[in-house]
Nanobody, 121 residues
Framework: QVQLVESGGGLVQPGGSLRLSCTAS????????MGWYRQAPGKQRELVAS???????NYADSVKGRFTISRDNAKNTVYLQMNSLQPEDTAVYYC???????????????WGQGTQVTVSS
């Protein structure tokens, strides 16, 4: 069984910063792409940023220059550093990972439980 556990959400004022973390645990052979998605009330879930195992990154246009995604393969952990946060960044942030369990050949997609980020004065 593979689990993703997120941490680091909270309430921050506009212009502030937060750092999200997500760690995958379980009987894992390898992890391919890891990413962060977000879902605001009344909106669809959208990709915020993703990072490949080798470090290649992809960002939504709305967060380029403000957010930075990184990962520690030894710890099965992905991070999202969020700077210059704005009220429109308010959402539940979800971690996603493409994981090959040690007992499987194929890769499966897993989701974290979500962490709330609220940007408000």
């Amino acid at each position: 069984q593979v689990q993703l556990v997120e941490s680091g959400g909270g309430l921050v004022q506009p212009g502030g910063s937060l750092r999200l973390s997500c760690t995958a645990s379980g009987i894992i052979s390898s992890i391919n792409t890891m990413g962060w998605y977000r879902q605001a009330p009344g909106k669809q879930r959208e990709l915020v940023a993703s990072i490949g195992r080798g470090g290649s990154t992809n960002y939504a246009d709305s967060v380029k220059g403000r957010f930075t995604i990184s990962r520690d393969n030894a710890k099965n952990t992905v991070y999202l550093q969020m700077n210059s946060l704005q009220p429109e960044d308010t959402a539940v942030y979800y971690c996603n990972a493409e994981v090959r369990p040690i007992t499987q050949i194929r890769v499966y997609g897993y989701w974290g439980q979500g962490t709330q980020v609220t940007v408000s004065s």
